[in-house]
């Protein structure tokens, strides 16, 4: 089975900062890499799927990017409400989350 | 509005059985491959079960297979999960979730998610 790492597993950052999560995968994936925000009790939203695609209505400052083993999310512009906890996701299995804090 | 509904979580004693359900709308739901995905608390996610559009292939993560059994009810637009031979390890938030993803290439991302319902197997 494939696992998925994420790093780093919590981050602070203040607002305005680029944040990047790293998701690795234990073998060669293909690029259907997907990315979801948690907030504190409620359900992930998707952000990114296919790696790099960006789902309707999620704002521009979030993308992704990667290939084989190595896949990041990118926040350009940290916003007050993008604080959560970030999965990446392939198939049947989800990293371990990074939480994201604000400063 | 696309929406998922779950619903019949709840407090099941160890060995005891439970079914959820999962009642979408604003989409055809008869056309789109679905799942379960569960968080246990403080938990990360847990990919539980898919199941296709016609119900023609079914598959489950290896800690519920053959305990607990996803269907579909396309007619009612509803999902379901049947969960018997509960474990204290069970406990979770259910989530169902509608697969976007495109068979042809086997991708699979999720959305929209339901709100989720609470299972707690304790005695």
């Known amino acids: 089975d494939i696992q998925m790492t994420q790093s780093p597993s919590s981050l602070s950052a203040s607002v305005g900062d680029r944040v990047t999560i790293t998701c690795r995968a234990s073998q060669r994936i293909n690029s259907y890499l997907n990315w979801y925000q948690q907030k504190p009790g409620k359900a992930p939203k998707l952000l990114i799927y296919?790696?790099?695609s960006l789902q309707s209505g999620v704002p521009s400052r979030f993308s992704g990017s990667g290939s084989g083993t190595y896949f990041t999310l990118t926040i350009t512009s940290l916003q007050p409400e993008d604080f959560g906890t970030y999965y990446c996701?392939?198939?049947?299995?989800f990293g371990p989350g990074t939480k994201v804090d604000i400063k | 509005e696309v929406q998922l509904v779950e619903s019949g979580g709840g407090l099941v004693q160890p060995g005891g059985s439970l079914r959820l359900s999962c009642a979408a709308s604003?989409?055809?739901?008869?056309?789109?491959?679905m799942n379960w995905v569960r968080q246990a608390p403080g938990k990360g996610l847990e990919w539980v079960s898919h199941i296709t559009s016609s119900s023609a292939s079914i598959f489950y993560a290896d800690s519920v297979k053959g305990r607990f059994t996803i269907s579909r009810d396309n007619a009612k637009n509803s999902l379901y999960l049947q969960m018997n031979s509960l474990r204290a390890e069970d406990t979770a938030v259910y989530y169902c979730?509608?697969?976007?993803?495109?068979?042809?290439?086997?991708?699979?991302?999720?959305?929209?998610w339901g709100q989720g319902t609470l299972v707690t197997v304790s005695s």
């Open positions: 604003g989409f055809t739901f008869s056309t789109y491959n």
């Open positions: 996701h392939q198939r049947a299995t």
């Open positions: 296919a790696t790099s």
């Open positions: 979730a509608r697969d976007l993803g495109e068979a042809a290439t086997g991708t699979h991302y999720f959305d929209p």
